[in-house]
Each structure stands twice: as C-alpha cells, then as structure tokens.
C-alpha cells in the first residue's frame, strides 16, 4: 500500500481484533516522520519526562523547545499539575493526551492514533478529532487514526483502510470504499450506521445524498421528502 | 439488600476537590454503571467503593467498614478490571487460578471450559504478560468469574474489544451476574453499555447528578450525555417534524419516513 502524503488528509483503519491492525501499524516503525501514539509508547514514569522523551531520544535541536511544549499543552488542554505526577496516577484519558503530546513535540509528518480514542467521553473524544483536522489544516500532517468503532469517526476522516485477515482489503476515499458494503459486510466488518442508513433508505426507493454526519443526512431526508 | 454502602463520601486530591457528600448504596446483584465526563473522578469513585483505595470515609463492602487494616479481606471479595491489568505469573492458566491455595484437576479444567467459550483455549501456556490488550481483558474478567468474586468492578475495561464483542461480552457478564447474583458496577463512556445497566449514576460537579434506570437517563433533558444514533437521528428527525417519536431501531425509522 502507498500512503501519496503529498495531499494531507485523516485516514481511518478499521477492522476486527485479530485482522491484523496492530501489525499494520508496527509496519509503520519508530521514527523522526512518524509517530505512533498508544500505551507502547510510555517510556518515563513522571509525566514531564515523558512529553520530553522522544524529543530527547532523537536528539532534536529545538531552540525554542520550551515555547513549543507550552504550546502543545495549551492545546491539548492538558492540567500542568500533572506535569510532575506519575503516568499511572493520571487518568487513561490524562495519559492519552500526555501520550500525543510526546508525539506531538517531535513534529513528524504523519501521526498514528492507535485504538486511544475509547479513553476519551464523548465531548472529549470530539474535541480529539477536532484537534486531527486542525493539525492536517494548520499543521499540514496526515492522521492515521486506528478505531474500533467506525461510528466515531467516521465523519472526521477523508479516506478509509479496512483489513481483515491481516490484509488491506480495501483503502481509499471513505464514499468509495463502501460502494463494496455487501462484501465488507460479508466479512463482517462493522459499517458505519449512517452508511447503512443510507443504504437502506435508497433500497426503498429515496434518492438521498452520500453524506457523513447526522444533521448532513436530516437536510438531504427532508429535500427529498418534502 | 447492599453490597455497598458509601455515605457521605468526601474526597479531594493534592489540588482538586473531587467528591463532596456523596451517599452511594447498591444492592446486591445488580449491574450499575457510574459515568461523567473525563476527569470528575469515575476512577477514583471505583476505588473508593472498592476498597482499593482507603480513605476515612464511611463505606461498608458486604456488611465489613473499610479501613487499612482489613484491605486484603475486603478486595478478595471481589475483583478490579481495568482497560490494562497487570499479571505476574508464568502463565495464563496459572494467572487465572492465582489466588488459589491447591490446584485441582476440576479447577483446570473449569478455566480450561471457560477459555474455550471465549475461543482462547490455545493462550493456556501462554506468558500473561506478552497478550494483546483484548486478551489481557477477556482473562482479567475470567479470573474475575472464577475467583467467585462477589462484586466485580470494570473501570473502562473493555474498551479494546471490537464494538460487536464487546456488547456480547457485557451481555454476558449481565446473564452471569443475574445466574450467580454477583454485583456489577463500571466506569464507561460508552452509552450503549448504560442500555445494559439496572441503574446508571451520573457525576457532575462533585455531586450524584442524576440517579435512575436507562429509559430516565435518555429523557432527561439536564444531562448532556451522546444518545445512541438511532436516538439523535429520531429526535432531529421530530424537529423536522418528519417523525412523531423517538424509534430505537433504524428499520422502524426507515418504515415511518416511507410511510
């Protein structure tokens, strides 16, 4: 598979536990272009150390190192007294945002978000997505974000990888990829409601658009309806 | 009857006070879910109730008041999950029968069954320590299960299952805990999982915000809570006047807009 990382953009993995997620991700590899983000990665015991540590470890010359760790944490709205907390103490979504942050300092390319997002209620887990679509606008990054459920995200993402059997079965842009609704749902994979919604609502015979959020889909409902 | 009883619980961290004069009881056998948002202190509520973290608050787990001196008898009562549980032992089957002082035969072959109907027999001889998150989960709850645990606690804990294995997991922990009358209580962000519950207590603001069944909590309009989808798309689509009442199931909806 050939991610083209010239046009930036959020990509979704989904899959059943077991398809073979954990290894597409560790094909990846640790490195200064890219930076996977899930419990692996914790490496110091103080909360400080570890936004530091990959920073650190690949030796990065940021002269305004501390200006740019103010920033992030501003970002990510991250309490700064946890700083010097231990990470077990925090809380798992406390620890899910220290966890980008140590990603987040080194500036790489392209960011994996793998299966982080559960730790996070509802209001935060938006504001997580929102976060991904500000760094691929502002930031010019491309997102890789690994979930289990496609429901949450699948309103945020530009493009979609579904494996299953630990291969690609099919990645491109999110529309296009379940045009094979009935062979994913073979396997098995779970859709999208809204997709399936839209499915089935076409089945009987109303012509709504392809759309990926709730209030997108009532307008297209209510064009065609009324 | 109660299984637990927290009155008037009080508790603050180094910079932040996080309960203040909460008075929880729950009675045996029964599946209750606590949720709020990221950071009100769902966690530390667990361990309080728990007994696992001891505080001079005023709780009684199965008719005993906690204190430091009789932990080891109050948490051996029941069991702790978390999204990442820590084992020490050589092995899965070993991990599992821990806290075991003999080791029949029937025993082995109890968690043997019972790895089976979850379909990981083959992770027996396995280290504990090298399984995937899932895994790690799924023989956290057996060792719950088989430890005869009187209250098993869940803090986020299945939340690396695939979505479909988790409801047929949490499905089966209720049909377990209503055949063997053991206590539920979970943490969770995850609102199909309240569905599940007996009762759904909701924090906010250092206090029990709300208190009630699943059918109170999503016609409660104070409680800023994401409903199910089928939920949102029914209420969006009565605003548009294009349905009459809320449908739990999208097939209902698709039939009444096409009516």
């Known amino acids: 598979m050939q991610i083209d990382n010239n046009e930036k953009k959020i990509i979704g993995v989904c899959g059943n536990s077991g398809s073979g997620k954990t290894t597409f991700v560790n094909g990846f590899g640790e490195g200064r272009k890219v930076g996977i983000i899930n419990y692996d990665i914790i490496k110091k015991n103080i909360v400080e150390e570890q936004i530091e540590y990959y920073v650190k470890k690949y030796k990065y010359r940021l002269k305004e190192l501390e200006a740019r760790k103010e920033e992030i944490i501003k970002m990510l709205d991250i309490d700064i007294n946890i700083l010097n907390k231990s990470v077990y103490e925090i809380s798992e979504s406390e620890l899910s945002k220290v966890l980008i942050a140590s990603v987040l300092l080194c500036n790489p390319d392209i960011i994996i978000f793998d299966e982080m997002l559960d730790s996070f209620d509802t209001i935060n887990k938006v504001k997580i997505l929102k976060l991904f679509i500000k760094l691929k606008k502002f930031f010019n990054k491309t997102i890789i974000i690994v979930s289990s459920n496609i429901d949450d995200i699948y309103e945020f993402i530009d493009e979609l990888i579904v494996i299953d059997d630990g291969k690609i079965l099919y990645y491109g842009d999110k529309y296009k990829v379940y045009n094979n609704y009935d062979k994913i749902k073979e396997n098995n994979i779970r859709i999208p409601s809204i997709v399936t919604f839209i499915k089935k609502i076409k089945d009987k015979g109303i012509n709504v658009d392809e759309v990926d959020s709730i209030n997108e889909l009532i307008k297209t409902i209510y064009r065609e309806i009324r | ?259």
């Open chain 2, 1 to 259: 009857m109660n299984i637990i009883e927290a009155h008037n619980i009080n508790y603050s961290t180094s910079n932040k006070v996080l309960f203040k004069d909460i008075t929880i009881d729950i009675e045996k056998g029964s599946y209750v879910s606590i949720i709020g948002e990221n950071g009100v202190g769902k966690t530390t509520l667990l361990r309080l109730l728990s007994g696992s973290l001891i505080s001079d608050n005023n709780i009684k787990i199965d008719g005993i008041q906690v204190n430091k001196f009789n932990v080891d008898e109050i948490t051996k009562k029941s069991a702790f999950i978390t999204s990442y549980n820590e084992f020490f032992s050589k092995t899965v089957l070993s991990e599992i029968l821990q806290d075991r002082k003999s080791v029949s035969s029937f025993d082995i072959n109890k968690v043997k069954k019972m790895l089976d109907e979850f379909n990981l027999l083959y992770l027996e001889n396995y280290s504990p320590q090298k399984l995937s998150y899932a895994e790690n989960q799924i023989v956290a709850l057996i060792k719950a299960i088989l430890k005869e645990s009187k209250i098993i606690f869940l803090d986020n804990a299945f939340s690396k299952l695939d979505f479909d294995k988790r409801y047929e997991l949490l499905n089966y922990i209720k049909k377990i805990s209503k055949q063997k009358d053991i206590t539920i209580v979970s943490t969770t962000n995850d609102v199909k999982e309240l569905a599940l519950s007996d009762r759904i207590i909701y924090i906010n603001n250092k206090k029990v915000f709300f208190d009630g069944n699943y059918d109170e909590l999503i016609t409660n309009e104070d409680i800023n809570i994401k409903l199910p989808w089928e939920i949102e798309v029914s209420d969006k689509l009565i605003m548009y006047e294009l349905l009459d009442k809320r449908y739990d199931n999208m097939d209902d909806i698709i039939g009444e807009l096409c009516k």
